[in-house]
């Protein structure tokens, strides 16, 4: 389910719920198209996320963590000028639209009282975020700001009249009278008539009994995630649509919901934004490897011929006088297992140059081989690098990006950036966890930390973790001799923190660390061991976020 009028609707109850009355204590705007209020209400402070991004775009309270970025943009100096200490009036929605309106009243300098509405329309890639002066009707400023040139229906920057968008002339179903809904079993009917319904929660209405109860039910939401029975993909609902989805799970809140739905799509998306130009290079290296690999490949089998150019060349030998000169094929037995063997030949060369010409054949692919071994291994090893960095930025969080980005500089994949001025502040070493028995596990989560914690700060008898054969992270349990339970959760730590994350049953390798080496000159992260044990585990997150907040 897409976030629409209905679930707008559910989700602007909540908000006034927890909010109303609350006063904006902070303002942020972590990345390009999202703004976090911190809104101090109920005696305690709650993150309000407004989202403009054109694929994520929603307005809930998140309990997500969000880096403040060092210089802010314009549009939070406007916000943290007219709007900081501001009280939470009210906060509405636009009949059943997508469009949410946070009715602010603030103080400014001097102590006048001035009121302002910071609107967001939840709207694919057109989405924004406005702060409107209510005493002029001016926008004050926006995230997304646009030029006549490309808007002709309203202006969209500071100082422009705010000018709603285009009304749909549709029906409020929670306004609608029972006889309204009369004869409506048909989805695209259903769209058509009422406003702010989008398609999923269309196809649950047209196959319930009675549409009235339905839209009732909105009053006592139950939030869940559930897979569609039409095309089995995962959406999130404020009502369990019991007719077209079977639910997988609920939360407490509609936020809660957002935030366990979101929760890596938001992430990736904000990771590929910082590293695009980074992935794009990555890319284009791995490409060329894989080529390479493929073409040595192919040099290593075009070798197992010169077992055949020897032979010829120790047959035409022996049998030279049978060779005469200017032949072009020669027909031999082969006194190893006494077949015929028919050997081309170059009518232009003696029988003796001929033998030499299949001697010097087989000399250089046998010479070829062990340059081609090598460079197979160099280039597989960087193969397999780089496909674990670029499989890292799946499951990493967005504060671990520069501790990939500082690997690949020192590996020589990107150039150094210039010196801050400011002091780095000493990073630490991997993301601790604890177990539900206490016993402490360490997640590297870049491979320069993946081989710190595995080669120098862990001791010999701590038992080391890795999801058997794909791209993931080294989990350090620190215990000599781990109970059950805590192998079990160890492991499911390392899967969750592996390519695969989504996947079930998947096999991981434990082992202690003293059964574990690193090759010399081999890439960062890369480690061979034996004598390993392996566990089928599940990629839990609710376990992996416990014993991370434990």
Do not use: C
Not at 404 to 415: A, R, T
Not at 491 to 512: G, N
Not at 519 to 539: H, M, R, W, Y
């Amino acid at each position: 389910m897409s976030f629409d009028g209905m679930f707008t609707h559910a989700m602007v109850n909540e908000l006034n719920q927890n909010l109303k009355g609350g006063r904006i204590a902070k303002v942020q705007q972590p990345f390009a198209n999202e703004l976090i209020l911190t809104v101090r209400s109920n005696r305690k402070n709650q993150q309000l996320l407004l989202s403009a991004h054109p694929s994520y775009a929603r307005v809930q309270i998140t309990k997500q963590p969000f880096a403040n970025p060092a210089k802010p943009s314009t549009f939070v100096m406007s916000l943290r000028k007219y709007i900081t200490s501001a009280i939470v009036q009210d906060i509405r929605q636009l009949n059943n639209d997508r469009v949410v309106m946070i009715d602010l009243s603030a103080k400014n300098e001097l102590g006048d009282i001035h009121e302002y509405t910071l609107t967001i329309e939840i709207m694919a890639r057109h989405s924004n975020i406005f702060l409107i002066s209510k005493e002029t009707g001016k926008i004050v400023d926006l995230i997304k700001r646009v030029s006549p040139e490309n808007n002709s229906f309203r202006g969209l920057l500071p100082g422009d009249d705010y000018k709603l968008p285009p009304a749909q002339n549709k029906a409020d179903p929670f306004k609608a009278d029972t006889s309204e809904f009369d004869g409506l079993d048909d989805p695209k009917d259903i769209r058509q008539k009422f406003e702010g319904i989008g398609i999923d929660t269309s196809n649950e209405m047209a196959a319930v009994d009675n549409l009235p109860e339905f839209i009732k039910q909105y009053g006592d939401i139950k939030p869940n995630t559930a897979k569609m029975n039409s095309n089995k993909k995962l959406g999130f609902m404020p009502i369990p649509f019991t007719k077209t989805s079977e639910m997988v799970n609920t939360y407490p809140t509609l936020s809660d919901l957002l935030d366990s739905y979101y929760i890596d799509r938001a992430r990736i998306d904000r990771i590929e934004q910082q590293t695009k130009s980074i992935t794009n290079r990555l890319d284009i290296i791995l490409k060329k490897d894989k080529s390479k690999v493929k073409k040595l490949n192919k040099q290593l089998d075009q070798t197992k011929i010169m077992g055949e150019y020897k032979l010829y060349g120790e047959l035409l030998t022996t049998y030279m006088s049978q060779v005469q000169r200017g032949s072009k094929s020669v027909t031999l037995t082969n006194y190893y297992n006494n077949e015929e063997v028919k050997i081309k030949l170059n009518p232009e060369l003696s029988p003796s140059d001929n033998a030499q010409r299949y001697y010097k054949k087989y000399r250089k692919l046998q010479n070829s081989i062990p340059h081609i071994n090598e460079q197979l291994e160099i280039t597989t090893n960087e193969v397999n690098y780089l496909e674990s960095v670029l499989a890292s930025l799946e499951y990493v969080d967005i504060e671990d990006v520069d501790g990939i980005i500082e690997e690949l500089i020192d590996s020589g994949y990107i150039k150094k950036r210039k010196k801050n001025a400011r002091k780095k502040r000493k990073k630490k070493i991997g993301e601790p966890f604890e177990t539900s028995n206490g016993l402490e596990i360490v997640v590297g989560k870049n491979n320069l930390e993946n081989d710190q914690l595995t080669m120098k700060l862990s001791q010999k008898n701590h038992y080391w973790f890795h999801v058997k054969g794909i791209p993931g992270s080294h989990v350090i349990l620190k215990s000599s001799d781990p109970d059950e339970k805590s192998i079990t959760e160890a492991a499911t730590i390392a899967a969750y923190y592996s390519k695969a994350r989504d996947s079930s049953k998947v096999p991981v390798d434990y082992l202690q660390i003293r059964n574990i080496r690193k090759p010399n000159g081999s890439k960062p992260g890369f480690v061979i061991f034996e004598g390993q044990k392996t566990i089928l585990v599940d990629p839990n997150r609710d376990l992996v976020n416990k014993l991370k907040e434990d």
